[in-house]
């Protein structure tokens, strides 16, 4: 039952993600990182909100529906969310040296790997 909750809620944030770009695209009319600085910082406060109300107590949800909603939904709408949720968990167990490096490793590492392939699709032939 959790692959099909992490597909169908996977299905769903997909969609909504491309929903949001095409309704950017229509009005930014250049190439921009709205639309995903948008889907990013929204699913970022969204996870936020779901991982504090489960904390608190006052949201209790079944694995099956929080693989759903965290996993699929914001997994499909936007991978960020869930980085930035692994950050927090980090530094609120006390290891605020390795949500530092999680950070800095994913957007350094992740810029080089981008930049990387980028530059081997191009040059190869």
């Not at 693989?67 to 709408?77: A, D, N, R, T």
């Not at 927090?88 to 999680?102: E, K, P, V």
């Amino acid at each position: 039952m959790m692959w099909v909750a992490a597909a169908a809620g996977g299905a769903l944030g997909s969609l909504a993600r491309h929903i949001v770009n095409q309704a950017f695209a229509l009005v930014v009319t250049r190439p921009s990182p709205w639309a995903t600085a948008s889907v990013n910082l929204l699913g970022s406060g969204i996870i936020g909100v779901l991982a504090g109300l489960s904390a608190s107590g006052r949201l209790s949800m079944s694995p099956t529906w929080r693989v759903f909603l965290q996993v699929g939904i914001l997994g499909g709408f936007t991978t960020f969310s869930s980085f930035m949720l692994d950050t927090l968990t980090l530094s609120q167990s006390g290891d605020t040296g390795m949500a530092f490096a999680n950070v800095a490793g994913q957007l350094f590492v992740g810029f080089a790997a981008v930049w990387f392939g980028y530059w081997l699709a191009v040059t190869i032939r």
